[in-house]
C-alpha cells in the first residue's frame, strides 16, 4: 500500500543488473546517490535476452494510460548482450542483427509517440555487455567468446547512434582499466562474466557521466545549481510553527 512519492530510475536487464543491488553494485550506488530524490527499480533478470525481454518490457512499462497513477520512469538503463552473445545453439543465443532489432524495439516502445507505452518524460541510456574472461569462466555447458562479446558490445553502439540514445561503454572502460588484457579483466569481473564491485563502480561512473553530460536535468548532485531537489525538504527547512504545509512532497526535479 505504498502511495506514489517518488519517480523512479528504472534498471531493465540480466544477471549483470539483477546482481547490481550486491554490496557495491550500481544499483546500489544509484540508490544511494539518488536517495529522497528518485527510486531504483531493479528488473534485472538473470539469464534473459532480447527476444524475452520485449515481452517482459511489456508488462513492466506502464501503458500511457496508466502513466498518470504511477510513479514516473525518469531514467530507464537497458543492459542486455552478455547472454544474447552466447555461441549457437544456446536457446539463450540471439544472433546480432536480431539483437539489434530488439534494442531499437525496447527504446521505440518508450520513445515512439505511436507506441503505447509512449513516456517523453523518460531518459534513456544504453549499457554495453562488459568483457568476458574466458580463463575465469569454466562452463562448458554456458561457454562465452571474447571477441564474440566484443562485437555485441559494438553493436550497443551502432544502436544507440542509430536511435540517438548514449552510451555507457563498459566493455571498453572496463578493458582499458585492465590494461587490455583478458585475463587482468579478472580484477572486474567475478567468475568471467559477472562483475566485481570494482566493475560495478566503473558501471557507475560511465552511467553519471552520461547523466551530467547529456540528462543534466537528472543529475542528483546538482540541488545547488536548482536542477533536483529532494522530495520532502530538510528538517531545518520545516515550520516548526506550522509544519504540516511545508511537509508536503514537491517534484525532485525543478
Known sequence: ???????????????????????????????????RKLDVINRGLGGYQTDWAIPICEQ?????????????VKLLTIWYG???????????????????????????MVKSPTSAYYSPETRIILITPPPVNTKQWNKPDSPRVFE?????????????????VPVADVWTKI????????????????????LTSDGYNIVFQAVMDIVKRV??????????????????IPWDQVNVQNPRPSLMKRKAQF
Open 215 to 232: 540528462y543534466p536535468e537528472l543529475d542528483p548532485t546538482s540541488e545547488a545549481h536548482g536542477k533536483m531537489q529532494t522530495v520532502f
Open 175 to 194: 578493458f582499458d582499466a585492465a590494461g587490455r588484457s583478458e585475463e587482468a579483466c579478472e580484477k572486474y569481473l567475478s567468475d568471467g562474466l559477472h
Open 60 to 72: 513492466i512499462f506502464a501503458k500511457q494510460h496508466e502513466q498518470h497513477h504511477v510513479p514516473q
Open 148 to 164: 564474440t562479446t566484443r562485437s555485441y558490445a559494438e553493436a550497443v553502439k551502432e544502436v544507440g547512434e542509430k536511435e540517438n
Open 82 to 108: 552478455g547472454n544474447d552473445a552466447s555461441p549457437a545453439p544456446s536457446p539463450q543465443h540471439v544472433p546480432i542483427d536480431r539483437y539489434k532489432t530488439n534494442l531499437s524495439h525496447i527504446i521505440q
Open 1 to 35: 500500500m505504498a502511495a506514489n512519492i517518488q519517480d523512479v530510475v528504472m534498471l531493465v536487464g540480466d544477471s549483470l543488473t539483477q546482481q547490481a543491488w550486491a554490496t557495491g553494485g550500481f544499483a546500489q550506488l544509484l540508490a544511494e546517490t539518488y536517495v
